[in-house]
């Protein structure tokens, strides 16, 4: 049944309640006590959701209307208690500067080189910054320094790119101090950056006293041998003065001189190793300007004198004109180059030495000229007692001592024994065992002048061959594949033979297919594959120079122009047609030892 509509008293207090939410939505102090309680409860629960709607809306657009006032006088970054407060013009409570580098902003990671932003929108909330200034720049002028910082009047206000233009100054070197802070004005920020600036040297001197010249500086003029010198130097009027650097400068410009052949060259600092300095005079006494007259050997005889002065760079040059400085550091470097070839011959036990006694020779000034003099001293020479081998399983001890030529008996050789290890290795090669490693120990005996000659053998695993994807790239490529592989002897399931992988890559060289410029050209590379197919079955893979550049052809469909390794696969995608059966993985397993499966 329905319900009976209000009447009566009820319904005159129910008319008056709603007037009073409609005009004071906050509160009714017109109904009393009796009169709520006497009204339905209904009613009354729909009363108060009226009023924490109606007050939860106005709370909104106070809210709303007091966010961009906030925002105008608070940190992009920080809220500001005193917003509200602030008045156009007025000093910011919490200082008339501020550090914009805070801790959160030194933690967060910078780009120092991010380009300047451009044209930046502001959006509701952000605040411009109205100037930039620049404190304390007395050599360095303010266009030169806003160069390098990205913050610019009507941009927004960021803490981070301030955070980023310190840090791009601090590297130019410019300055040694620099310290930002902000202002507040009307409409925005004024940011200034407080700098020290380091001082600066004002000139580059240098005041050479010269000696005997070569020559060749007949034709080189006085500007052109400043811009050298200067050049050396790496210092220019505006650079830091900083005395450690003008040190730096004062040995760079003393070793020139010395690699030219002014042995006797001295370089002093006049000014520039004092902080107070503005300047960097540096005094050059040249001296006389020395080239090698001759080079004499004393103590050889294993070697002609010949023959050693091909191993040296200290020797006289063209007609005693072009090349041949007198170089200390180069005579060194040549008695090592001695010993290591002596070495090399089997005297363990040789010293170099050197001598310079000055001569006039028919030189251009017919100047004392130095002859430098190397003094040897050979000492014994090693002979080997014994050969051994260990670790050798695949191959008997009698077939490796026919494949050397180093055998007891004889001198020690270097250059022989890396012979008889490679050798070796292409003996092990040819089985399928590619990746066999030899090392050589020579042993010496309690009595002087012999040595025993250990080789260690680590035969590893034999190998056979996977499935090949030749690249053949270029400019222009057209090449087949098929000419590439037709001439490769090594095919999937062969046991690999590395001196078959060899004559592969003479056949490719004179096919006068492929471009051999520069001594660039066709190469089989092999190496084992990734560990994970190790563990089942190891495999071939092949790859051309690292610069394929240097021969021509054509890529597989797809690639173009790109470089790609010749990689072994166990899929049958490419190669189908020419190696049958269908399935290399089961015909041709790439198993340890030549097995099968």
């Known amino acids: ?227 050298k010198l200067r050049k050396e130097a790496d210092l220019k009027p505006g650079d830091p003065a900083d005395p450690y650097r003008v040190e730096e400068a004062r040995r760079a410009i003393e070793e020139y001189y010395h690699q030219k052949g002014y042995t006797l060259a001295r370089v002093t600092i006049h000014e520039g190793d004092k902080p107070e300095d503005r300047r960097a005079v540096f005094i050059i006494n040249e001296g006389p300007k020395y080239k090698i007259a001759w080079t004499e050997f004393v103590g050889n005889t294993i070697a002609t004198d010949g023959r050693l002065r091909t191993l040296i760079e200290s020797k006289p040059g063209i007609l005693w004109t072009f090349k041949g400085e007198f170089d200390q550091k180069k005579i060194e470097a040549d008695k090592d180059a001695l010993v290591a070839y002596y070495r090399g011959l089997g005297f363990f036990h040789a010293r170099v030495g050197h001598e310079v006694s000055y001569s006039t020779v028919p030189y251009f000034w017919s100047e004392p000229s130095p002859v430098v003099t190397f003094i040897i001293d050979e000492g014994p020479r090693w002979k080997i007692r014994d050969v051994s081998f260990i670790g050798n399983s695949k191959i008997d001890t009698a077939r490796l001592n026919e494949s050397i030529k180093l055998t007891p008996g004889e001198y020690f050789k270097q250059d022989a024994m890396t012979a008889d290890i490679r050798k070796m290795r292409e003996e092990y090669g040819s089985m399928g065992y590619i990746f066999t490693e030899v090392k050589a120990e020579p042993r010496f005996l309690e009595e002087p002048g012999e040595l025993d000659l250990v080789y260690s053998i680590t035969e590893g695993d034999r190998y056979r061959a996977g499935r090949m994807i030749p690249q053949i790239g270029g400019e222009s490529p057209h090449t087949k594949i098929t000419v590439l592989l037709n001439q490769t002897s090594v095919h999937p399931g062969d046991i690999i033979d590395v001196r078959e992988i060899r004559a592969s890559e003479r056949r490719y060289q004179f096919s006068q297919v492929f471009n051999m410029e520069m001594g660039r050209g066709p190469k089989i590379v092999f190496s084992p594959d990734d560990a994970t197919d190790l563990e089942k079955e190891p495999a071939q893979i092949a790859r051309p120079p690292q610069d394929s550049g240097g021969f021509r052809g054509q890529s597989p469909d797809g690639f173009g122009d790109r470089r790609l390794p010749i990689v072994p696969s166990l899929r049958p995608e490419p190669f189908e047609s020419w190696f049958a059966p269908r399935q290399p993985r089961e015909s041709w397993p790439l198993l340890r030892d030549g097995g099968t499966r």
Not at 37 to 64: H, K, N
Not at 81 to 109: F, H, I, Q, V, W
Not at 115 to 142: C, H, T, W
């Open 1 to 227: 049944m329905g319900q009976k509509p209000p009447g009566g008293s009820e319904f005159a207090l129910f008319r008056s309640a709603r007037s009073c939410i409609s005009t004071r939505p906050f509160g009714c102090s017109e109904l009393s006590h009796d009169d709520r309680s006497a009204m339905p409860r209904a009613r009354r629960m729909r009363i108060a959701t009226r009023q924490i709607v109606f007050a939860a809306a106005v709370g909104s657009v106070l809210l709303m209307a007091a966010v961009p006032a906030w925002g105008q006088w608070s940190s992009p970054s920080m809220g500001s208690p005193y917003g509200s407060n602030l008045r156009p013009g007025a000093s910011d409570p919490r200082g008339l500067s501020r550090d914009p580098l805070t801790k959160p902003a030194e933690k967060t990671e910078v780009d120092d080189d991010d380009p300047a932003p451009r044209n930046v929108p502001l959006m509701p909330g952000d605040i411009p910054v109205v100037e930039v200034r620049i404190v304390g720049n007395q050599v360095f002028k303010k266009e030169q320094i806003l160069r390098y910082i990205h913050t610019r009047a009507g941009r927004p206000y960021s803490e981070m790119q301030i955070a980023r233009d310190v840090r791009r100054l601090n590297k130019t070197g410019m300055f040694s101090y620099i310290k930002p802070s902000t202002q507040v004005v009307a409409g925005g920020y004024v940011v200034i950056f407080n700098v020290i600036e380091r001082p600066t040297l004002t000139d580059v001197i240098f005041v050479r006293k010269k000696g005997g010249g070569g020559f060749e500086n007949l034709f080189t003029s006085e500007k052109r041998q400043e811009e």
